[in-house]
Each structure stands twice: as C-alpha cells, then as structure tokens.
C-alpha cells in the first residue's frame, strides 16, 4: 500500500534530504530548488557545504534561507527546517553525509547529489517503494547519465524545462514497479532508518566521493537487506558535474577510490549463499562508475 502521508503523525519528519556541496552554486541552486518545487511529504533538509568558494555560501546564507522560509509558509509546514552545516575545507560527500545523519530526524534519510534535479512524487514514490516490502533497505530512482541497472541512457526531453512532463510520463507507464539489485549510486539513495542503525557510517576512506555508495551498499545487503530500483522515479543527473566544477580529474580520482574499494572487499564471501562481492562486482561492471 502507498505510503499515507495524511496518516503521519502531526509534526514527524517523514524524511530528512541530505545535500553536500562544495562550489558549482549554478547546479546546488537548481538542485535545492527542485526539491523546495517537487517534494510534499514533510521533510527537513540539510545542506553541508564542504568548502566552497565561489559564492555557494553567500547563496545558502541569504538566498535559500529566504527561499526556504517561503516556501515553509506556503507548504503549510511541510518543510520543518533547513539546516546548514559548513566545513572549512572539502572533506568529502562520505563525511558530508555522516555529519548531515547525525543531525537527521527523519523516518528516512535521503542521499541527494547538488548536480542531480528532482522530479514530481519523486520522495512520494521512493517512500511508497520502500514501504512494499519491510525487507527492502534502501530505494533509488531511474537516473539519466548513470552507470549501472539505473541508467536511463536515451531520454526525449530536450532540456530541463521538458523534464517534469517526461518524469509524469515515466511515472505512470512504470506505476507501482520495482526492480531488485545488487547495488545503486548515491545520486539519490532513500534509505530507511533501521538501515542507518544496523549498517553504521558510511565509509570515509574512500577519497573525495566515490564507491562510499557501493560500500554502503553491500553492507547492507550483507546485513539482510534488499536494495530495489523504484521504476516509476526518474530524476536528472549531470555527469560528474562536480568534479569537473572544481577541475578534478575523474578518471584518477575514480580509479584511486575504485583500488581502495577493491582492496576491501577482494576476498570477502558470504556464507549464507549469497554472491561473492567479486561476482556482484563483475555482473555490475565495477569500474566504469559515471
């Protein structure tokens, strides 16, 4: 059954969105704007900013704070509050989003990439797929420029102004669907609380943000459970924007992580019959990360 969202208790966070950013303002404005526009369900979010420079903290300081307090009056509190957190220095999205967990109230916690753009019902329906099956962790939607099962790689919009139609459109040829996999990219994770309690932090030694994701992933299914694509969500995502906004070289720093990751999980097996991590990797075609 859909998730009831006039059924929640007066005042509960249903989820707390969690965005770390550091410079690309253009691309942080347009995510967070996206999520004030498309997100209904009461929610918090929380904004780290790891460092920026180039007039991100400016925009978080006046901009969207007033944005933000609009769009509180106008939702009839279903925006309970944004939190802005600030680093002094990029310390990566793994220890954004453990800094961003540790101040989170909500019944789910939702990774967001600042290069990614929502969609209408998008939190509704990642909920609602969530709450099918009590054995499913962790949710994430159909994502355009994406390596892996979610990739949505040809798309008929023509620009983010045609993106709400197609998302409808998507929505309703693929209601109610879910597939299951064995892992899923951090651009937009919903994640069940009880997950957070049992998996623990997300892995901080893997560079400035790749295959914290895959890690956390399959620390979750090794702890029982299922990791589902909710088919009727499609959201835009820039390809590495981030890194390319702040002149990093993904292929090195993909490959750096891609190494460490290896390196933990090479000779793990599970004795309960599932995959080995080699195999899961394989059929995933670990190293082509995008």
Sequence with gaps: MPFDNA???QGETIASILVP???????TQRCLESVLKWTSFPYEMIVVDNGSRDGTREFLSADFRRRGESSRRTTSGVLSRILLLRNARNRGFAKAINQA????????????NNDA???PNWLERLVDCAEKDPAIGI???RVHRLGG????ERVSYDGLGELALFSE??????AGCATDVPLLMGCCLCIKRDVLTRVGKVEEGFGLGNYEDYDFCLRARIAGYKLAIAEDVFIHHDY???FQANGLNFESENLASLEKFRDKWRHWRNSKGMESIAETLAAFKVGRKG
Excluded: M
Excluded at 21 to 27: I, L, P, T
């Design 169 to 174: 459109a998507w929505g309703l040829r693929n």
């Design 7 to 9: 059924s929640a208790p």
């Design 101 to 112: 967990t540790a101040r989170a109230r909500g019944k789910y916690v939702v990774w967001l």
């Design 149 to 152: 099962p979610q990739a949505v």
């Design 240 to 242: 590495h924007a981030s």
């Design 139 to 141: 949710v994430g939607p």
């Design 117 to 119: 753009v929502v969609t």
């Design 21 to 27: 950013c550091w410079n690309a303002v253009d691309r």
